[in-house]
């Protein structure tokens, strides 16, 4: 069987750099909260193009931070795609508050900047809710249509967080999602483009206010300078406690690896591209649709998803051929037992619903050579169904 991911190559690739990164850390004792983590975050700031970028948890913790700071609850509406992993939802009824699903565009997948429109003219006629945030996704790897998204925000007086777990290190037109969005949320879970070797998370934003409060979340609402500005505390300010929050660290062996494949990020970025370009002129006569990206976008092509009107025929004739595929996603969250009971966007989630049934993804990673993509491709073609 092809891999689906091979992040072992990469492993190689980087002939023990890790393993001593690793074994640094693990000498050095600074395990929590080590120099590696204040490196890395300054790192990946600079990568972002971010004024500052915090360590946590994971992806979903990520998630939570900004809504925390924001004071999000009971009443308030924040609008999400249904096509997304469950994350990007779950986080809104940790605070009481609602998700409103938002169906997304048929070409990118991403959210779809009219039924955005729909969804939150709708909460607001009907009044139960008030709406507070946009939460889009890069979904794939590709970035949200921001300036449609960013401008609908500002016409509402929404905050807008873009979960970039996925996406980290798309851009439109040079530009990382942070020049439109609040606050740009990711993962480093292994499978994501920039993994790691167990969980972790970043926040990147440009609000000083909102990087403090974060801060603060992300350590068991510690006070950070802004709490203080006005008296001194004289013991750690870990132990002034001025809000609630979360233990939300990112590890600093975690950080060590990061440091490591972020230095090598933006050429995978490339590989990947050029891997997705192949796989695109192979695939494009014999299959429905091969993901096209717009025109000025990059995507880090965090999967490689085509659509087959017989997508489950073509899954069960690749694992014959020793092709692994994947189905991201077969039921969306508005779908899901855990959500299907809240609110939707005016006219529904057609788009979405669609989608569940004929898309399906392949291998794609930073290591993927010709050979195996010729593999691949010849196994598509070979499907007489
Ligand atoms: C993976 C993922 C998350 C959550 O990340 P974790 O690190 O697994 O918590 C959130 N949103 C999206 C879109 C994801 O793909």
Redesign the pocket.
């Known amino acids: 069987m092809i891999p689906f991911i091979d992040l072992q190559a990469q492993r190689l690739r980087l002939g023990g750099k890790i393993e001593a990164a690793v074994q640094e850390v693990v000498v050095g004792g600074a395990w929590v909260m080590g120099p590696q983590v204040r490196q890395f975050e300054a790192d990946l700031a600079a990568f972002g193009q971010a004024k500052h970028a915090l360590g946590c ?7 939570a931070l900004p809504l925390m700071a924001w004071g999000v609850g009971r009443g308030d509406a924040v609008f999400v795609p249904s096509f ?5 939802a779950e986080v809104v009824p940790w605070f009481d508050a609602e998700p409103v699903f938002v169906d997304v565009d048929a070409d990118t997948y991403n959210m779809d900047p009219a039924a955005l429109e729909r969804a939150i003219e709708g909460i607001r006629n009907e009044g139960r809710l008030t709406p507070r945030v946009v939460i889009a ?3 794939f790897g590709q970035p949200a249509d921001y300036p449609a998204i960013k401008a609908l925000c500002d016409k509402h007086g929404l905050k807008l967080i873009s ?5 980290f290190g798309c851009t439109i037109h040079d530009a990382h999602p942070l020049k439109w969005a609040d606050v740009t ?5 292994p ?2 483009p920039l993994g790691c070797y167990g ?3 970043a926040v990147l934003t440009d609000d000083d206010e909102l990087a403090q409060l974060m801060d603060s979340i992300r350590v068991h609402g510690k006070a950070v300078a802004s709490d203080l500005k006005d008296g001194a505390f004289d013991h750690d300010p870990k132990y002034l406690n001025m809000r609630i929050g979360l233990n939300s660290r990112l590890d600093t062996i975690q950080a060590a690896v990061l440091i490591e494949k972020l230095k090598v990020f933006a050429q995978e970025i490339e590989w990947r591209g050029a891997a997705a370009a192949r796989y695109n002129d192979g695939l494009r006569p014999h299959v429905a649709k091969v993901p096209d990206v717009p025109a000025g976008n990059i995507s880090n092509w ?1 999967q490689y998803t085509i659509e087959h009107p017989n997508r489950d025929g073509l899954a069960a004739h690749l694992k014959e051929q020793g092709v692994p595929t994947a189905v991201y996603y077969p039921i969306p969250l508005h779908l899901q037992p855990a959500y299907e009971h809240y609110p939707r966007g005016a006219g529904g989630l057609p788009v979405t619903e669609r989608l569940k049934d004929v898309v399906v993804s392949l291998p794609m990673h930073s290591d993927l050579d010709a050979a195996t993509q010729d593999r691949v491709i010849a196994a598509v073609a070979s499907f007489k169904g």
């Open positions: 948890a994971n992806g979903t913790d990520a998630l997304t992993f469950a994350a990007t996704v890069d979904l979960d970039s777990a996925q996406g949320t990711t993962s480093f879970f499978a994501k969980d972790g998370g965090a």
